[in-house]
T-cell receptor, first 111, second 114 residues
Framework: AQSVTQLDSHVSVSEGTPVLLRCNYS??????LFWYVQHPNKGLQLLLK??????LVKGINGFEAEFKKSETSFHLTKPSAHMSDAAEYFC?????????FGTGTRLQVFP | NAGVTQTPKFQVLKTGQSMTLQCAQD?????MSWYRQDPGMGLRLIHY???????DQGEVPNGYNVSRSTTEDFPLRLLSAAPSQTSVYFC?????????????FGEGSRLTVL
């Protein structure tokens, strides 16, 4: 069965410093992996996706993630945080006809 | 550009009442789904549909009913509301299956059951 574990429920950074949101996955086959973002009182929006092409995936708003099969990880990074990045982020793995969501990481950005 | 539209945005019910959350998409997507979001639990799949006339259960289907008579609409019915169904509900759709496709989400329906 497929699953994802987001290792931090909350992450706080200062504006202009790097962001790292950690995600480990479990899958019985080569998975598709996604990061979604949810701003307050909004629906979710796709940030980036990995579907067995390049292992380093670039997304919107300067975010990127690297698929590491040996570590079963798909961590999300951004070199320099912006105040508008404050949101909840979900790591997601594909299952059969469904997406399986992690429990989310809330990112706070301080000025 | 409407995308995925959910109604109502807010609803308060009493225990035992029934109601329907509406979901409509105008992107001609075959795949539609309903999730509930609860604090600390991420999103959990309730029901999904891979096309008109086809529905299937997700992770937490009990107490909910769905139908898919058209490509555009995918209503979620609460048969007899319980306080445990207090949650934020999201409808999402995708052009193809979820393996490589992007899910498009509505803005959510916040339900409180007293």
């Amino acid at each position: 069965a497929q699953s994802v574990t987001q290792l931090d429920s909350h992450v706080s950074v200062s504006e202009g410093t790097p962001v790292l949101l950690r995600c480990n996955y479990s899958s019985s086959y080569s998975p598709s992996l996604f990061w979604y973002v949810q701003h307050p009182n909004k629906g979710l929006q796709l940030l980036l996706k990995y579907t067995s092409a390049a292992t380093l995936v670039k997304g919107i708003n300067g975010f990127e993630a690297e698929f590491k099969k040996s570590e079963t990880s798909f961590h999300l990074t951004k070199p320099s945080a912006h105040m508008s990045d404050a949101a909840e982020y979900f790591c997601v793995v594909s299952g059969t006809d469904k997406l399986i969501f992690g429990t989310g990481t809330r990112l706070q950005v301080f000025p | 550009n409407a995308g995925v539209t959910q109604t109502p945005k807010f609803q308060v019910l009493k225990t035992g009442q029934s109601m329907t959350l509406q979901c409509a998409q105008d992107m001609n997507h075959e795949y539609m789904s309903w999730y509930r979001q609860d604090p600390g639990m991420g999103l959990r799949l309730i029901h999904y549909s891979v096309g008109a006339g086809i529905t299937d259960q997700g992770e937490v289907p009990n107490g909910y009913n769905v139908s898919r008579s058209t490509t555009e609409d995918f209503p979620l019915r609460l048969l007899s509301a319980a306080p445990s169904q207090t949650s934020v509900y999201f409808c999402a759709s995708s052009l193809v299956n979820t393996d490589t496709g992007e899910l498009f989400f509505g803005e959510g329906s916040r339900l409180t059951v007293l």
